[in-house]
Structure formats: structure tokens, C-alpha cells
């Protein structure tokens, strides 16, 4: 069926090309000059483009409009405000200059269109007007960079050293939560080390592991705490995202990247705000990782210092413990590299 329309539409569009070229011939065997003819249209043309240009600018607004409520709601940590503003002021910009450019496009092919008797004026250079174009864009990128820079440099400096360390561990297809207990150090961990026990390979020897706490299916953040989070991955690229608080960043296998941010809105506030009562906050991985990627995801709870507290002690201690099970394990091992020798 689509295939008998998509014929129609084919022949349909030859039909029109010969019935133009008829009537081509029709004119110039009456004798009209076909140019002439042409120049006829150009008014029609020229309010037709102007007529595209305003619709385009009307529906321009309205997809503003009708789809702005479908973005993210308000930021819930404080870079995050400061990203938002720095993001709108490039859109403002964009869209000043959009509107500028557009207008001026369709008001010249209407202002310049063709006129009996006129001649295109040669106009070739003027360094007054090549100097403001390339020095305002100049000035207003620049302005641009820099603020993004310092933001940028804010919130992946390893210098901020009073945030509280967190690591997530990416891995297909699932994230694994770690915070550094007391010590707000994250022991060591060595990749060979990993095993069903011991997910995230810590090094057992290393005391900052001792009280190291693992979370496995949601995360936990206080409010108007600073977090650095201490990202790593198991296997390939992955990378943790957590929209609502404006937070982005790869995990590499091999290396540990940072992201430092403070939550300032709990889990209760968020869903009186966004009037949902449903609402949670999530880590989503947003690199393309592999066919489960778009089911890697985790719930992120922000809490209050108290109740944080409370929740972390629920949570079992990353050092695996060594089990009868295991310890009979490594016996067996031990038994069969005896037995071997
Ligand atoms: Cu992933």
C-alpha cells in the first residue's frame, strides 16, 4: 500500500514537470517573454517568504511554550543553580541573535527583490563593520568560556577536600555505591581482587577498607552536605548521570574521575515541588554501554543529616566477611595447589 502512494507521489511530481514544460513552450510560441513572466512572481515570493518567516517565528515560541514544563525541575544542589543560569544566558544569547539574524535574512530578500529598472549596487568591503562582527562575538564567547572554565574547574577539582568521599562503581549493567566510613577514605581496591565476595576488588590488607560501607541498590545522600563522588568502571565506558542534580560525568575503566556537588533538596521536598509523589532521584548511566544499557539505573534518596545516618547503618560493610563457606574455599584451593606440586 505505501508503496502504491509512494508511486502516485512520483508520478504525480512528473505529471507537474511536463504540464510546467507546456506550458513554457506555450508561452514562448505566443510570443511572451518567458523572464518577464518570471519576474511576475517575485512580489509573491518574496511576502511568501516573509509570511514563512513569521510562522516559523510564531511556532518558534509556541514549542517553547508547550514543551518547557516537560524539563528538568528546579536544580537540587548548588552548582547546579549556577549551571542552570550559565545555560540559560547562553540560550537567551542564542535566541536574541537567532531572532536578529532571522528577521534581517527575510527582511532583505524582501527589501532587495527584483525591481524593473534597478541594478544590483557592488559594495565590496568596510573594516567598521568586519571589526564589530568578529570583536562582539569575540568578547561575548570569551566571557562565555571563562565563567564555564571556573564552574567546570568548581565541581571536578580534586581540591575540594571537605566533601564527603562516595565512590560509584560502574559495571554492565548495574551501579554499586560505596561510602568511605569514618575515615572518609575509600581503601584501596585492585581489580584481580574482584570476585562474587568481594565486588568492588578492595584490597583487604588496606585498613581505610575496614570501614568502608557498600551500598547495592539505591544511594543515599545527605542534604547540604558536599559529596565527591569517586567514579570508577569495572569494564568500559560508562557514565553517571544524575539530572535533577545536574551532575554528569564518565566512568573510565583504569582511572578514577570526580564530581563534586551538595544536594539541597531531600527526597521529601523534591516531590512536594514537582507535585508527584512518586518522585525519586536517580543515577543513570548515560553512555551507550552495551543491550542493557537503558535498565542501568539506580535510586538516589536524599535524606536529612539524621536520617542518612540511620540508613547508612543499615547498610552491610563492603569488606567481605569471610564466611565457613569461603574459608573452606580457599582450603580446597590450597589442598589442590599442595595436591599439583
Ligand atoms: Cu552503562
Keep these: 500500500m505505501n508503496f502504491l502512494i509512494l508511486l502516485g507521489v512520483i508520478a504525480a511530481i512528473m505529471v507537474a514537470f511536463r504540464l510546467m514544460n507546456i506550458l513554457n513552450i506555450s508561452q514562448e510560441l505566443s510570443g511572451r517573454d518567458a523572464t518577464e513572466e518570471l519576474h511576475k512572481d517575485v512580489k509573491g515570493n518574496a511576502m511568501g517568504l516573509i509570511a514563512f518567516m513569521v510562522v516559523g517565528l510564531i511556532l518558534f515560541f509556541y514549542m517553547i511554550w508547550k514543551y518547557m514544563p516537560l524539563t528538568l525541575p528546579v536544580a537540587a544542589s548548588e552548582h547546579g543553580v549556577r549551571t542552570d543560569n550559565l545555560l540559560n544566558i547562553n540560550f537567551y544569547i542564542i535566541i536574541f541573535v537567532f531572532i536578529i539574524t532571522q528577521i534581517a535574512l527575510f527582511y532583505f530578500i524582501w527589501k532587495y527583490q527584483y525591481r524593473k529598472g534597478h541594478m544590483a549596487y557592488f559594495y565590496s568591503h568596510n573594516n567598521t563593520v568586519e571589526i564589530i562582527w568578529t570583536v562582539i562575538p569575540t568578547i561575548v564567547l570569551a566571557i562565555l568560556v571563562i565563567t564555564g572554565l571556573k564552574e567546570w574547574i568548581a565541581i571536578t577539582s580534586k581540591d575540594n577536600t571537605d566533601g564527603m568521599n562516595v565512590q560509584v562503581y560502574a559495571q554492565q549493567f548495574v551501579f554499586l555505591g560505596r561510602y568511605a566510613g569514618r575515615d572518609n577514605t575509600l581503601g584501596d581496591s585492585y581489580f584481580r581482587n574482584i570476585s562474587t565476595e568481594n565486588p568492588l576488588g578492595l584490597k583487604l ?134 595436591a599439583v606440586k
Design 205 to 338: 590488607e588496606d585498613k581505610a577498607v575496614n570501614d568502608d560501607i557498600i551500598a547495592k541498590t539505591e544511594m543515599h545522600f545527605p542534604v547540604n552536605t558536599p559529596i565527591m563522588l569517586n567514579i570508577n568502571s569495572r569494564d568500559i565506558i560508562h557514565s553517571v548521570y544524575m539530572p535533577h542534580f545536574r551532575v554528569q560525568m564518565n566512568a573510565v575503566p583504569g582511572m578514577t574521575t570526580n564530581f563534586y556537588f551538595k544536594p539541597t533538596i531531600t527526597t521529601a521536598e523534591m516531590r512536594k515541588k514537582t507535585a508527584n509523589e512518586k518522585f525519586d532521584y536517580v543515577i543513570l548511566c548515560n553512555k551507550i554501554c552495551g543491550v542493557s544499557h537503558y535498565t542501568m539505573n539506580m535510586k538516589v534518596v536524599v535524606d536529612s543529616k539524621e536520617d542518612f545516618v540511620k540508613w547508612l547503618k543499615t547498610q552491610p560493610l563492603a569488606k567481605p566477611a569471610p564466611t565457613a563457606d569461603n574459608a573452606n574455599a580457599s582450603q580446597t584451593v590450597k589442598e589442590i595447589a599442595e
